[in-house]
């Protein structure tokens, strides 16, 4: 069975706009039509709540954002395999000197997806060093395109 698809920030943020970026990765990953709900990390909600705020955004893309959030599986932080995955992945990072360490809601997004055993679809290139690593299923997107970057 194939794993399901946790959501980075990046990626709602396109798809709460239903942008061209965001067909692009419908096309791609069937999110809509797949039997297994998206997955996303709670602190992708608080990320996405403060960014409608300061965008001051309107009923419409709220009300998007609101029913994605319904229709998707939230990944509580507190969750002990995720805070365990959170310190093993901040860990990590840390001794690789990778930048994805001072993104701490980055490290809890990864986290996430590493406890929950989901593919994660991301735009964020900090994400770039866990691809093909042992244990981690990550896509990283072009922020342009929408596409898989090579």
């Known amino acids: 069975m194939p794993a399901p698809y946790l959501l980075d920030t990046t990626v709602l943020l396109h798809w709460t706009r239903d942008s061209r970026q965001a067909q692009v990765i419908e096309a791609n990953f069937q999110l809509s039509s797949s039997t297994l709900r998206p997955l996303i990390c709670e602190v992708s909600l608080g990320e996405m ?3 409608s705020m300061s965008r001051q955004w309107g009923a419409q893309k709220q009300k998007r954002l609101l029913d994605i959030e319904r229709n998707a599986v939230i990944v509580d932080i507190s969750d002990r395999r995720v805070r365990q995955a959170y310190a093993e992945l901040s860990t990590l990072a840390q001794a690789e000197g990778w930048s994805l360490f001072h993104g701490k809601n980055d490290l ?17 290139a900090d994400f770039l060093p866990l691809r093909g690593r042992a244990g981690w299923l990550v896509t990283v997107l072009d922020e342009r395109s929408g596409l898989p970057r090579p």
Request: cysteine-free.
């Open 49 to 51: 709540l403060a960014f």
């Open 108 to 124: 809890w997004v990864g986290a996430a997806a590493r406890a929950a055993e989901a593919h994660l679809l991301t735009m964020d």
